[in-house]
């Protein structure tokens, strides 16, 4: 019923919302929905929209973080590749290199712990001049997730 | 840095728990002896360490509709798989280790919950409740509600009201043959393996592998009809509403419908 369209080759969502816990629910969702157009069961489509809330929430957490945060979803016959990156920084000096606290910082690495267990392919780059930048994959049917 | 300070020797004494612990665990698996006190001491105060972990981990899924308590129960069965099989040697924290295993044990549980066929179900409850709600609030404001209305009517939260109404309806289309178990080892059950079969008009339906090869006689529609109006007690008039199509042609197609399914299993 609900394959009436299949995914063309490549079909590209992007999203660009502000920088703020309130806005992250819209990744989810935005993300859900590709994944859906790929027909990812209920549980991957969960699995993925836990792992961006997760991404989300990293670049919010990182101290001097943008005004936005940019999603990019790309569906691929049986790949679904997402990028979530910190955008609008203001671009801190090294000498202004945020003062994560270590409470935060391991915070944010569990987050990565747990993405990493709920998407086939996880990598990210963070730095104090760029912020988060984090590039995730979740292929169709792989088991043991 | 105070903190750091903190964090660097809580590191190294959970290092230092470990290999006490590991070295008496080795020990104890090459011989039948039973474990001194001291031995579950140890590992209670490993599990007691990393409790954090594991609530971090559970509240993450908290919002599937089970009680977080019963998560952080089989959360800290995961934690407890994770301490009696990690090793220094591996050269990886035992955080990075024992994440997988916290959340398979957790999502293993969802599964056994049947959970995967519950999500589309609530949403789909939700997804009438606000259609409901809705027109019920329309006559008593005067005006379309909000959705911060809606929420507050439902008692749900404004996010999930937005997700019942945009996905409650595609999950309302899926296929009967739409998996609904993730086990990799099993046979995949369907939607359709899930169907209730005692329901007054499916009486002959009693063999579930009848029912499945039954399905396969019906067009997707039919099976949409069948599927609502026994498994989710939806009435005609909601599903020809749903569908886009007067009860009258519902009825017809339920009928016929009914027809082939009693067919297939007279034969």
Same mark, same amino acid.
């Given at each position: ?11 590209? +969502? ?9 806005? +992250? ?58 990028? +979530? ?61 | 840095?105070?903190?750091? &300070? ?52 559970? =509240? ?86 909000? /959705? ?44 359709? *393996?899930?169907?209730?079969?005692? *329901? ?5 339906? &009693? ?16 099976? =949409? ?8 007690? /939806? ?9 886009? /199509?007067?009860?009258?042609? =519902? ?15 007279? *034969?």
């Amino acid at each position: 019923m609900n394959a009436a369209v299949e995914p063309s080759d490549k079909e590209l +969502v992007e999203l660009r919302i502000p920088s703020r816990p309130e806005w +992250v629910a819209l990744a989810r969702l935005a993300a859900a929905t590709v994944a859906n157009r790929l027909h990812f069961s209920i549980e991957e489509i969960e699995d993925v929209k836990l792992a961006v809330a997760e991404a989300c929430t990293a670049v919010i957490q990182h101290e001097g973080h943008g005004e936005f945060i940019d999603l990019t979803c790309e569906a691929l016959s049986d790949l679904l590749r997402i990028r +979530v990156r910190d955008s609008g920084r203001h671009g801190l000096q090294r000498s202004e290199a945020p003062n994560m606290n270590f409470d935060e910082a391991r915070i944010a690495g569990l987050g990565v712990f747990l993405i990493r267990t709920l998407m086939d392919e996880v990598s990210y780059d963070v730095s104090p001049q760029t912020g988060t930048d984090l590039l995730m994959a979740k292929r169709l049917g792989v088991p043991g997730h | 840095m105070q903190e750091r &300070e903190q964090a660097r020797r809580d590191r190294k004494r959970t290092r230092a728990l470990f290999e006490r612990f590991i070295e008496r665990r080795k020990r104890y698996a090459q011989s039948d002896q039973t474990p001194e006190p001291e031995y579950e001491g140890l590992r209670e105060e490993l599990v007691v360490v990393h409790l954090n972990l594991v609530r971090f981990l559970a =509240v993450r899924f908290a919002n599937r509709g089970e009680p977080l308590d019963d998560l952080v129960q089989v959360g800290t069965v995961g934690l407890l798989k994770a301490i009696d099989r990690f090793d220094l040697d591996r050269g990886v924290e035992f955080t990075t280790y024992a994440t997988p295993t916290i959340v398979g044990e957790i999502k293993r549980y969802f599964r056994d919950k049947g959970w995967a066929v519950k999500v589309p179900r609530r949403l789909q409850e939700l997804n009438l409740a606000v259609n409901r709600a809705s027109d019920k609030l329309a006559i008593s404001l005067g005006r379309s509600p909000t /959705v911060t209305e809606l929420a507050q009517h439902l008692q749900a939260g404004e996010d999930e009201i937005l997700e019942a109404q945009e996905l409650g309806q595609a999950y309302n289309l899926l296929s009967l043959d739409s998996e609904v178990s993730g086990e990799a080892d099993k046979k995949s059950q369907t939607l359709a *393996d899930t169907v209730g079969v005692a *329901d007054a008009g499916l009486e002959l339906l &009693e063999d579930r592998a009848n029912l499945e090869q039954a399905f396969g006689v019906l067009s997707g529609r039919e099976r =949409v009809i069948i599927y609502l109006r026994f498994y989710e007690s /939806v009435s005609q008039t909601e599903i020809a509403k749903r569908l886009n /199509v007067s009860q009258m042609h =519902v009825s017809r197609l339920q009928a016929k419908a009914l027809e082939k399914l009693r067919a297939v299993l007279a *034969d």
